[in-house]
């Protein structure tokens, strides 16, 4: 049985940072891509950032390049999200999702029906 466990959100004030972590069990880490998404209240959602499986490669969104990486520990079955500079838009379930293989991009977007795995997400609120 595969699950996803997200922890590491909270509440940080503007400007902060947090890491998120991912654990994963009942799969071989190294087999599958990773990938972050959050969903904010009222809205739907979206894709952060992806990694291959080997880690050589990653995907940010626009609104979080240069904020935040995405890395992965495949000895510890864990993969990361670093988020630096946090913004109040920032606030969002975060999830971590894993497709077995590699991911793929289409239109410009990473689409979320692609992953197979689930977390149940880690809430992260910026605020003052």
């Known amino acids: 049985q595969v699950q996803l466990v997200e922890s590491g959100g909270g509440l940080v004030q503007p400007g902060g940072s947090l890491r998120l972590s991912c654990t994963a069990s009942g799969l071989t880490l190294d087999a599958y891509a990773f990938g972050w998404f959050r969903q904010a209240p009222g809205k739907e959602r979206e894709a952060v950032s992806c990694i291959t499986s080997s880690g050589s490669s990653t995907d940010y969104d626009d609104s979080v390049k240069g904020r935040f990486t995405i890395s992965r520990d495949n000895a510890k079955n864990t993969v990361y999200l670093q988020m630096n500079n946090l913004k109040p838009e920032d606030t969002a379930v975060y999830y971590c999702?894993?497709?077995?293989?590699?991911?793929?991009?289409?239109?410009?977007?990473?689409?979320?029906?692609?992953?197979?795995?689930w977390g149940q997400g880690t809430l992260v609120t910026v605020s003052e």
């Open positions: 999702a894993a497709v077995r293989g590699y991911y793929s991009i289409t239109r410009g977007k990473i689409l979320e029906t692609q992953f197979e795995y």
